[in-house]
């Protein structure tokens, strides 16, 4: 019912930055815990990061912390996913996903198409 799009991916060399976003229309996310995927070809879909609704506190994969940073822009009902010091192992498709909470496995929306996120060597 939640139907979240994706955008911000792109080309960008290692070392380099880029920030993800998660837009919804006619749902205001900050009901919701949003969480990030990444799936890499030939891999199984990882989680990423989430942000809960509650108290706005977030988790990160062991591979992403201090690299990444989940966040909210109410007033244009948007989160992101800010994504420093990238390495050629984030290379994948992104994708956010709307929860109850952070940890909790009811999908309330389904899965988007993602944004892409490539690497230059």
């Known amino acids: 019912q939640v139907q979240l799009v994706e955008s911000g991916g792109g080309l960008v060399q290692p070392g380099g930055s880029l920030r993800l976003s998660c837009t919804a229309s006619g749902f205001r996310l900050g009901d919701f815990a949003i969480g990030w995927f990444r799936r890499a070809p030939g891999k199984e879909r990882e989680r990423v990061s989430c942000?809960?609704?509650?108290?706005?506190?977030?988790d990160y994969a062991d591979s992403v912390k201090g690299r990444f940073t989940v966040s909210r822009d109410h007033a244009k009902n948007t989160v992101y996913l800010q994504m420093n010091s990238l390495k050629p192992e984030d290379m994948g498709t992104y994708y956010c996903?709307?929860?109850?909470?952070?940890?909790?496995?009811?999908?309330?929306?389904?899965w988007g198409e993602g944004t892409q996120v490539t690497f230059s060597s």
């Open positions: 942000i809960n609704s509650s108290d706005g506190s977030t």
């Open positions: 996903t709307a929860h109850w909470r952070c940890g909790g496995n009811h999908r309330l929306s389904p």
